[in-house]
């Protein structure tokens, strides 16, 4: 029995140096150490043995078995290393190669504009405030001094969800969301910038969706002068510090009294083109004092706060700032037109 274990101690060693990948190697493990192996047969047999040869045969069946499975183990790693070797060598990469050139993307116009102006009253003490743009027939008209079959809903077409949702027309319902949360204590102080929706027919100047960036402040004594000063700090920081304003009577359910502000035309320095249509000024925005109803509904005492709101198109600003002359190149994502806008190019 002796012979026979070291003639299989022989052979096995042999097969496992011969071995050229794991799956051979795994079969001559199995078909040597298994339940089946020959091994395994020649210890069943040592039921034949004397009671003196038992624990010499076992003890060299068990000194085999040892050096099988270290020699086994041995060969395992060092085809697990030429495996490896060979995947490295065929997946190698020529660092001499050009790399492939990443694209570069940039803020998109609109978002240039809309970050600019939000900067810009941040500066001056404002908050950003923001609200859902599926709202409430309240918020979007009622608490804005337009209840229910007042003539003035006609200006905004309006998209209904049911009778009492619909997509937000302006941004204003975010005014009177943070007037009442301030539950009638001044001040209030915030910028309302947000997507509004409108039933309109697409063109070069009218979208179905556009962004809106509204204002509202209330505290005690403000004044119209207040916010002639405010939108003339505006117009010239955004459009330049040659750029001159002037205010328009108007009219708003929200505010009374209410303006359009106009700025000088940047092309024709206030002399009259074909931009400005001969007029020498460009409307940019409605504003106005924030009506009593208004304040009165949001829980303030209009005997004692006041206010003034504003309200502007990021689009129509964008459009006059880079010369921009269709609003839908906002929308269509085409690559050419935002390549423009780029700091380097893409």
């Not at 050229?20 to 001559?28: A, F, I, R």
């Not at 010499?56 to 183990?73: C, P, Q, T, V, Y």
Request: aromatic share 8%.
């Amino acid at each position: 029995m002796k012979e026979r274990l070291h003639e299989l101690k022989e052979e096995v060693l042999e097969k496992i140096s011969k071995a050229t990948d794991l799956k051979h190697l795994n079969d001559v493990r199995v078909a040597y150490l298994g339940k089946k192996g020959p091994i395994t047969e020649v210890l069943r047999g040592m039921g034949k043995l004397s009671p003196e040869e038992r624990p010499i045969i076992g003890s060299l069946a068990n000194e085999i078995r040892a050096k099988i499975s270290e020699k086994l183990d041995a060969k395992k790693a060092e085809l697990e290393e030429l495996a490896v070797q060979k995947k490295l060598e065929e997946e190698s990469i020529d660092i001499t190669l050009p790399g492939r050139p990443v694209t570069l993307g940039c803020d998109h116009p609109l978002t240039k504009t809309i970050r600019e102006i939000e900067d810009l009253f941040i500066g001056l003490g404002y908050e950003v405030a923001e609200g859902p743009e599926v709202e409430t027939d309240y918020y979007n008209f009622e608490a804005l001094n337009l209840p229910k079959n007042h003539p003035a809903r006609d200006m905004q077409d309006s998209f209904y969800i049911t009778e009492e949702l619909l997509l937000r027309t302006h941004t204003s319902p975010v005014q009177a969301r943070t007037m009442e949360k301030a539950k009638g204590r001044g001040p209030v102080k915030v910028i309302c910038p947000g997507r509004v929706y409108r039933r309109d027919n697409d063109d070069a100047t009218h979208s179905h969706q556009f962004m809106q960036i509204e204002g509202l402040v209330v505290d005690e004594n403000i004044r119209m002068s207040d916010l002639k000063g405010t939108l003339n700090i505006f117009a010239k920081k955004i459009f330049g510090e040659d750029r001159e304003i002037r205010l328009r009577p108007s009219f708003f359910p929200f505010t009374e009294p209410s303006v359009e502000m106009d700025i000088s035309c940047k092309m024709c320095g206030g002399k009259g083109c074909n931009v400005c249509k001969g007029t020498g000024w460009i409307e940019i925005l409605g504003a106005g004092m924030v009506h009593p109803n208004v304040l009165r509904m949001s829980g303030f005492d209009p005997e004692k706060y006041s206010g003034f709101a504003f309200g502007m198109g990021p689009e129509r600003i964008a459009m006059l700032k880079y010369g921009i002359d269709d609003i839908r190149h906002f929308y269509t994502n085409d690559v050419r037109f935002l390549k423009q806008f780029a700091p380097v190019d893409l």
